[in-house]
């Protein structure tokens, strides 16, 4: 686990209210944190999303993909046979 200090500037008003509300502790940021890290990553996902679609990429059928996940894999298992 990693420790980290934190030094924030408020206004005194929204200070005592993120404190009376319970979001100045390492709990609360810790949860608004994973919550604004889900958010970019639903961001980001939705921005590649509108790139594939402006695309216009025909939709792959389920063996497609399979194909492809398969390829991977043996070049992925080809890559480790000739690392050792």
């Known amino acids: ?5 934190i030094k924030l500037s ?3 008003r929204f200070a005592k209210q993120a404190k009376k509300a319970g979001l100045l502790n390492a709990t609360a940021i810790e949860a608004l944190l994973r919550e604004a890290m889900r958010k970019r990553a ?3 996902f939705l921005q590649t ?3 594939v679609a402006a695309a ?3 939709p792959m059928s ?3 993909i399979q194909a492809e996940v398969d390829a991977v894999r043996r ?3 080809k890559r480790l046979a000739l690392s050792r």
């Not at 686990?1 to 200090?5: D, G």
């Open 56 to 58: 216009e990429i025909p």
């Open 1 to 5: 686990m990693t420790t980290l200090e």
């Open 49 to 51: 999303a509108d790139r």
């Open 62 to 64: 389920e063996e497609e």
């Open 42 to 44: 639903l961001d980001r």
């Open 10 to 12: 408020l206004p005194d």
């Open 75 to 77: 070049a992925g298992r």
